[in-house]
């Protein structure tokens, strides 16, 4: 009874408040006075314990109670806060039976309050300043309110998955970004703190909403939950994919927004930031397939790009202004880190739709290029240090890694990846008058402002940008190992233009005279080092040559590169390709290593003459010089097959040994028999034609270049030279010395080269040497320079650099130090006349000479080898002498390979490099100056024949006539060829008829064979 008593108590007592809740509602929506109705809605929130069975009652009239119309002041909002506010209390219960009235009323919220945004701006009553307080302390309340109800709903949103519901969803969430958009970017209300707490959690629940709509739409899972009864307006069916869709994009859209707004604001919304890109990825990930025609990923894309541009262009900018002190570590990783961030976004997104990234390939391209640059002006400044290391550790990484994201995916085409790398350097002509002003490479403010301004000078862009340039095609050919074969083809064709830009003075002068970060690898936590840029030059290719290697394809246009630029006049690209030679020697298998070797030599006998070979600019000689320098690298049978096809009898392989001969050729690298063959051949031939030469007779014949042999014989190592060969050069320097004092004036300078070469050949020999003979030979060497120079004789000043090689071997030599000792007082007297030289080369090698002897000998009285009068004695003055002056500069070069290790960016040096680099690159045009081909009718030949270098004989140059006629015959042709090419096509068939005619006219008939080859190769064309 007690039990049915308090069932029938509760059941009272809830009619009881179900009928004070109807009347209270009944009251609300019947009050006219706006004061009352703040009040009644108030009750509903405190007194009354509310029901799930309540909401859909007082949600009714909570929407009935709302008011649209234009705020008319403080009593208005207070009304909109109630309502509020109570909404709040209702949404802690269950109201996925009461979905659709909440959407309603959270739609109203906020298209109101955007409203209000704009109300507030356009009528603002100055004479009401309390009021107006406190209307403004009310109104981030409303937002915030309206926000925190809209963050409770989204979750039961989460689970309705209904057509219908889905399309109310759209419309509530679209009312409510446009409102957390206008709050957030507000310049009052975003920093409010009610503003600023509610609307990261909505933002994080729609974008919850968002994933779970997106896995439904793709898994075609849709549940009705909610009744149609339930719904308060009619909606046209839409598709259910098509309308998650359109919520996804919005949402998309207005993260964009709110995201590109909190990255300007400093750093003081971190929280909005980090969702906000967060969701944009998230939601761009999932929403793939489906939002691609309703948001612009491209933009999207450029977003994050441009955020870090800008951030990098102001650090830049702050740091380039002269520094006080050295930047901090911490102040550079401040200012780096929130554009990782964004880079990393950027990384992402394109990971995520890397076709949409190909599109705007151009701009990803300029943020790599402006990244590169800052790095290149922050390795400039020795304050920057931590800057430069922090943005290759941080930046460097990222912006190639966006590069790298279109090079590995498999949705962007072979096609477009090779016209990534078409793009770069595709400007680039040494013969451009783009790019043969002068470009400041200080870098200052006006300068930064045009590389970083989209609007500025294309023009001086691209040559301000090519250092960088030069950079970011070094990380292509780092990161060819993973290329496809059609990109890395594409890399070989472009290694021509890369070698191109070297000659551009500001390229030049960044390669040889600056030093970039670099990992290092010598230990297991990798470090940051510093390393010059040639190094990672020459590291970068040699890596891709691995890499091209691996495709025939490739690596037959790698071919082509390695050969045709052996012939490149710029002294520094053909460095770099002969240590890619060199390389390519050392590591290639024996086949192809013999096989290339092979084509070069082919090249050196086509170019072997004796004029070239005399000629030390020569192409003949250059091409021997980067030849030898190849063949140190290579095996010794390959070293033998040379050596062996330079003996034979044919005059091309002796002009040819001649050449290598006099630039080096790598004896000391063929193999023990063939080295000890090679070695006495060569020894005697050359202490024979020292012996037999007649220098009153034949004094303006050169014949064999002696300094060549003498440096290669003294360079030669493990090879037994006996000591009587070596007396026997003492004994023909003591002849060579003697015959001096007699010879005409026309002899000297052939017997001082001679003197010069034996010198050269003792100083490597010296371990060979008695005592006797290099005292006698010293004592010869005092009579000679004592007694025969003076001013004028300039013959025996080109001895001086083999001289002072000659006295440093003398530190060796234990003999007494004895004033009246001859040897002791000829060494003196020859140092005195070294040390006086006021050449500046003559100084280096007699600074060097003495400082090496000084080192080693067993002399105490070292001042005595001083002459009080030495060169480095004086002041800058000329004519004043400094006692000290003579030690403190010797001290200074002795500590020279200390101060070279310095890595500090030198503003003098680089200045001269450039220099020297603008003087290079004209002479570099001045080589590849072409003729101009004359007129099609009639075609100068003699003009032509008189460009070349090779001297002619007489008969072929006179019997060609002046005017030669091209004939039409060409035309007969199946295949039209372009006009210049048969036009050249007529000249060397021409040329060849008139060369035989000459030779047949002439005594050089005997000759006429020679032509044959050409004859053959030009009928074959």
Known sequence: MEADGGAAGEEAEERRRRSELGSLVEAIKSSEVLENRISLINQLEDPFQLCADDLGLVVESLIASWDDSTCSGVSHCMLHKSILQVALKCSELDTTNCLGPF??????AGSWC???????????????????????RLFPEIIALTLNISSKHLPVASKCIAEDTVHAVGDFILELLTLTESSILDKKLGTTGHVAKAAPVFLDETIKLCRVYSEAAKSDQCIMSMPKEETTEEHKETDLTSNIAQITACTIQSLCKIGTHAASSGGSQVILLNISWKGIISLLQLGKGMVEEKVNVREIILIPISVAIESLRVATERWCVPLQEVLGTAEARRAFLPIKYFLTNAVRICSIYPSEAMAIYKSIIRCALLISHSSILFCRNPRLKAASELLFELLEPSSFLLLDTLMKSTEVSPESKCQLVQYFLEKVRTGNPEYTGEVDHTMNFATLGCIFSVDSDVDNINRALLPAEFTVFLHFLNASPWLREEVVIELCKKLHLFLNILTLEDVYSYVLGCQIPALSSDDDSPKVVWQPVYTSLIQALKTFMIAASSSSAAWSEFEVFLLENLFHPHFLCLEILTELWCFFMHYAEAETSTYLINQLFLLLKTLASPEEVLAPLSALRKLARASCNILSYASSATIDQIYTMLNDSSSKSSILYLALLMEGFPFDSLSRGVKEHAVKTLFTSFAGYLQNQNYFKNHGEINLPTSSSSGIIGEIKDVTIDEKSIATMFKIATSLINLYRTSPDSSKNLLVKHISSILVIITHMRHLCAFSELEKLTLELHTLFMSSFDNSN???????????????????LNTTEDDANPLCSAMWDLFHFLLRERHWALIHLAMGSFGYFAARTSFAQLWKFVPVDAALSYTCTGVDIDEDG?????????QKEVALRDDKWSEEQICS?????RMLKKLVESCLEIPLVPEPEKVSITNYVKTKKRKMPDGICEGMPENVSVTNDVETKKRKMPDRICEGMMLVQNGLKIMRSALSETDLAELKDSLIPAEDAQTHL
């Open 913 to 917: 490099l450039v220099s020297e680099g």
């Open 794 to 812: 300039t013959a025996i000043s080109q001895c001086k650099p083999s001289m002072a090689s000659f006295m440093a071997i003398l530190g060796h």
């Open 886 to 894: 003579f030690m403190s500069e010797l001290k200074a070069f002795l």
């Open 114 to 136: 955007v409203r209000h945004l704009l109300w507030s701006v356009e009528s603002i009553d100055e004479s009401e300043d309390a009021q107006e307080e406190e209307h403004s």
């Open 103 to 108: 959407l309603t009323l959270g739609s109203k």
